[in-house]
């Protein structure tokens, strides 16, 4: 069976990370670079999915940008937020570190802002079914608007990794495999957890995992031990993810992904990295090159390869979940 490959692009406002994060005044240009991500893919047949949030789409110019896609190709409008920026907003000024995450707000406020940026797709024609949390926060609460709302995928999960941030998800328990969050209620969707893609240069990759935690959060961290490992091509943390991965170690990854034959895998991007001067991946033009450079070796390796299927995030949810139904109907009776 194939593997499903989505592509998705967080698409939002851009600031210099690292700093304060913007509450008003935001800046959108990077969204004009869209048309060109989008012609990219149509060449390969890669349906992308755009992770679109409230800053976008509330600004005319970047929401004009986002609705005219369509006439560069298929793709997927799906929902992103920043939580910091999203009305209703309470601070305009410093927001803690911890407020950046969704999931550490009350469950009232995370319904709101969910809701705000919901109500701007519905008045843009706009059904989201898809789902990237900021700074990569989801579950509880917002997993309930979510399935009340008709999702079918959350694309929030990165494997085998957590933050040192106050209040950052923990996701050092999950690998890269898809997981089903059933119906809380009737008429709820059941909602599917799509990981974005990372592992490592060697198998098995929960070893390797355990490895590299077991170092960063004890002594053995003053050894540099990952450093000298990495350096020395024992073992290497990898991300398919186009800002701090060369192509050629996305093509190798993609070998290793290859073998595995995984349900489905996710490369990425932030919008704001495919403009120069927009973030700290991108800083000039030949960043901005050496960008779309990799992924037209990506994508050009995808469509020569029949092993991968390209698909949209709520495509690949769909699939899994109508495969779910045929092996439970496939199940020996009691």
């Known amino acids: 069976m194939a593997t499903h490959f989505a592509f998705t692009i967080d698409t939002e406002e ?8 913007p509450t008003k005044a935001l800046s959108l240009s990077n969204v004009q670079n869209l048309p060109r991500l989008q012609q990219v893919c149509a060449r390969y047949g890669v349906p ?35 939580p910091w920026n999203t009305p209703p907003v309470t601070r305009n000024g410093f927001v803690p570190v911890r407020e950046t995450y969704l ?5 009232a406020t995370i319904q709101a802002k969910l809701a705000s940026v919901y109500n701007l797709f519905r008045e843009c024609e706009l059904t989201p079914t898809s789902f990237r949390g900021g700074r990569y926060s989801s579950g509880g609460a917002i997993h309930e608007f979510l399935q ?18 106050d209040g950052a998800p923990d996701y050092r328990h999950r690998d890269g495999l898809p997981v089903r969050i059933a119906p809380r209620r009737a008429g709820d969707a059941a909602l599917w957890e799509i990981p974005l893609t990372l592992g490592f240069t060697r198998r098995p990759f929960r070893f390797w995992a355990r490895c590299y935690q077991t170092v960063e959060r004890s002594w053995l961290r003053n050894l540099r031990l990952i450093g000298i490992a990495e350096r020395t091509g024992l ?42 001067g927009k973030n700290v991946y991108t800083r000039t033009r ?34 899994l979940e109508d495969q779910h139904h045929a092996c439970a109907r496939n199940q020996p009776a009691g």
């Open 286 to 319: 030949d960043d901005e090159e050496r960008i779309f450079a990799a992924l037209e070796s990506v994508l050009s390796a995808i469509a020569e390869d029949a092993a991968f299927q390209p698909a949209t995030m709520t495509e690949i949810a769909t699939q």
């Open 48 to 82: 992308p999915t755009y992770f679109v949030n409230h800053a976008v789409l509330a600004d005319a110019e970047a929401r004009d940008t986002v609705l005219g896609l369509s006439q560069w190709g298929r793709h997927e409008i799906g929902m992103h937020i920043h």
């Open 235 to 276: 073992v290497s943390r990898t991300w398919l993810n186009l800002e701090d991965t060369s192509a050629a170690d996305l093509l190798r990854f993609l070998r290793t992904l290859r073998r595995m034959n995984l349900p489905c895998i996710c490369l990425t991007v932030h919008s704001s990295s495919l403009m120069a």
């Open 14 to 21: 851009e600031w210099q990370w690292g700093r304060e994060w």
């Open 103 to 107: 999931h550490n707000l009350d469950d």
């Open 148 to 165: 009340s709302h008709g999702f079918v995928a959350d694309s929030s999960v990165v494997p085998f990794t957590s933050w040192q941030d």
